[in-house]
């Protein structure tokens, strides 16, 4: 299997961030999980494209950009890594967590609580809808996302 990252740089990570790692998994399977999970959630939405349309991984890519310089199609930005780490991390300490099971239909959604109710939104879907959403992720990523906050995809409403 593939995962971004090394074991040593994801050790040197948790040091460097005030962390041990908790429970008995491994650095090589929580990497393993954890990339699976940002390439599930984001790998749609990463700018450029695959370099083979076989690889493992998102990353590396072609024709990718971030704050407006190319990335090497040999490379994988050292944000991806980050956020794998620090998903790591999440899943170190709640094993699972980075891969819910969704049975379609079965959610129930409290629309009334007394005197108080409320419409629930309308559009998220599919299994991703109930993945948890990592904020330090979220912001490591931003960059390397199609409508990320370089700007790309965004549109202006014009009267």
């Not at 393993?32 to 990463?46: H, I, M, N, Q, T």
């Not at 992720?137 to 960059?143: D, I, M």
């Not at 199609?146 to 014009?158: D, F, L, Q």
Request: hydrophobic share 45%; proline share 8%.
């Amino acid at each position: 299997m593939a995962a971004y990252g090394t074991d040593e740089g994801f050790t040197a990570w948790l040091s460097a961030n005030g962390h041990t790692l908790p429970g008995s998994l491994t650095a090589a399977v929580l990497r393993e999980r954890a990339s699976a999970y940002v390439d599930a959630l984001y790998g749609p939405r990463f700018v450029g494209k695959p370099v083979a349309w076989d690889q493992d991984l998102a990353w590396p890519r072609q024709g990718a950009t971030a704050w407006g310089l190319a990335i090497p199609s040999d490379e994988v930005p050292g944000s991806v890594v980050n956020a794998v780490y620090a998903a790591a991390f999440v899943e170190a300490g709640s094993p699972g967590v980075l891969s819910p099971s969704v049975t379609p239909g079965s959610a129930k959604v409290l629309t009334k609580v007394g005197s108080i109710s409320w419409t629930p939104v309308q559009g998220a879907s599919g299994a991703s809808s109930f993945m948890p959403v990592l904020t330090v992720v979220e912001g490591l990523l931003a960059p390397l996302l199609i409508n990320g906050i370089h700007g790309r995809g965004v549109a202006a409403m014009v009267v």
